[in-house]
């Protein structure tokens, strides 16, 4: 966990399916009360508070009430460690391809 504000790992938060389609649907809108939200979902109202609840925890989502209802934007910038991480593996997965080429290279000639 990078930042001292999140309460919950990022890599937590998006390993589940629920909360990674929420994270697209939050990317495809500006903000999306509950009610759309849980439309989108084959689970009830209460199930897809507990999965904005885990990605609010990990700063990915970020809340506000307009009047009796609750409003949802996505807070990407979290999802950086992600893409940091990632990035690391694609350079050591290009590197090592690189290296079977010339490897078989070599054995051809």
């Not at 209460?46 to 700063?59: N, P």
């Not at 307009?66 to 694609?90: C, H, I, K, M």
């Amino acid at each position: 966990m990078s930042d001292n504000n999140q309460l919950r790992d990022v890599f937590d938060a998006i390993a589940d399916p629920t909360r990674r389609r929420l994270i697209e649907l939050l990317a495809k809108s500006e903000e999306l009360p509950l009610h759309e939200l849980t439309a989108q979902f084959e689970m009830g109202r209460t199930a897809v508070s507990k999965h904005l609840t885990i990605l609010k925890e990990a700063g990915l989502v970020l809340d506000r009430k307009v009047g009796r209802e609750t409003r949802f934007r996505l807070n990407a910038s979290p999802l950086r460690e992600v893409q940091d991480w990632v990035a690391f593996y694609s350079k050591f997965w290009a590197t090592n391809m690189m290296r079977l080429n010339l490897l078989l290279e070599e054995e051809e000639e």
